[in-house]
């Protein structure tokens, strides 16, 4: 059966102090629970939370990396590097890379394949905008994006693939898909996995909801059946908030 996750990504948010108060506040109010716990910081921060969190089960994730092993890319983070400080987890294809540092399909493709190359695990995360939700084309939108960047993939490769679905009218604008809508998308995505690779591949899959998640909504979010947890924003900045979020899986 798939894994509950609930996963914070704290953008380019928290110093190197904040970082380790809050790696610190959520190692100690973790509850006990079946669901993994993520968090992704900054990248100059990475260490310091592996160190904080390196007596708990919460795993440190990255928000991004390149696709190349090396070389002359000004900026970027292989996945070497990663691996160098015991980070296994990255996020992909966020809809802030997408939007504001131009990552289109084909380039998160290459670095899905990278990531995977050196056996990381990936949350890849895809969504529709507004216009395509109020034009009624958010189903062939997240079929293309998915089609796009990860149907080149065998089967197996999704053993080490997390999905978060994140309607970027949601991200950051207080404003959530309802529980009906997130059930809605996340049961097409898994019929969308089931027919492109096979049963056992869509019901293993984990998919994760993201955008506006809060304490006062997850419960309700969470209780869909095909949500199997959650990636949060805003929300996961703050130990209690997220600590919450976490009791609601
Ligand atoms: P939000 O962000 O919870 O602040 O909406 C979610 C995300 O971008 O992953």
């Not at 894994?3 to 914070?8: F, L, N």
């Not at 006990?32 to 390196?54: H, Q």
């Not at 899905?112 to 905008?129: D, H, P, T, Y």
């Not at 197996?156 to 950051?172: D, R």
Request: glycine fraction near 6%.
């Amino acid at each position: 059966m798939r894994t509950k996750i609930v996963a914070g990504n704290w953008k380019m948010n928290k110093t190197l102090q904040e970082t380790e108060t809050l790696a610190a506040e959520l190692a100690a109010k973790l509850p006990d629970t079946e669901a993994e716990v993520i968090v992704a910081p900054t990248f100059v921060n990475l260490t310091a939370a592996v160190r904080s969190l390196e007596n708990s089960t919460i795993q440190v994730s990255a928000q991004n990396m390149h696709f190349a092993e090396n070389g002359a890319f000004t900026g970027e983070i292989s996945a070497d590097m990663l691996l160098d400080i015991n980070v296994e987890v990255v996020i992909l294809g966020h809809s802030e890379r997408r939007s504001h540092f131009g990552e289109t399909d084909d380039f998160l493709a290459k670095k899905v394949s990278a990531a995977l190359a050196k056996n990381m695990r990936i949350i890849f995360c895809f969504g529709e905008e507004l216009e395509d939700r109020k034009s009624g084309n958010h189903f062939n939108i997240v079929e293309s994006q998915l089609k796009n960047a990860l149907f080149n993939l065998d089967a197996s490769a999704f053993k080490s693939i997390v999905l978060a679905y994140e309607p970027v009218w949601a991200i950051g604008t207080g404003e959530t898909a309802s529980p009906e809508q997130a059930q809605e998308m996340h049961a097409f995505i898994r019929e969308t996995m089931a027919a492109k690779y096979d049963n056992t591949t869509a019901n293993n899959i984990s998919i994760l909801y993201g955008g506006s998640v809060k304490p006062a909504n997850a419960r309700e979010i969470f209780s869909k059946p095909d949500v199997d947890g959650g990636l949060i924003g805003g929300a996961a900045l703050n130990s209690d908030d997220f600590i919450a979020i976490v009791r609601a899986i």
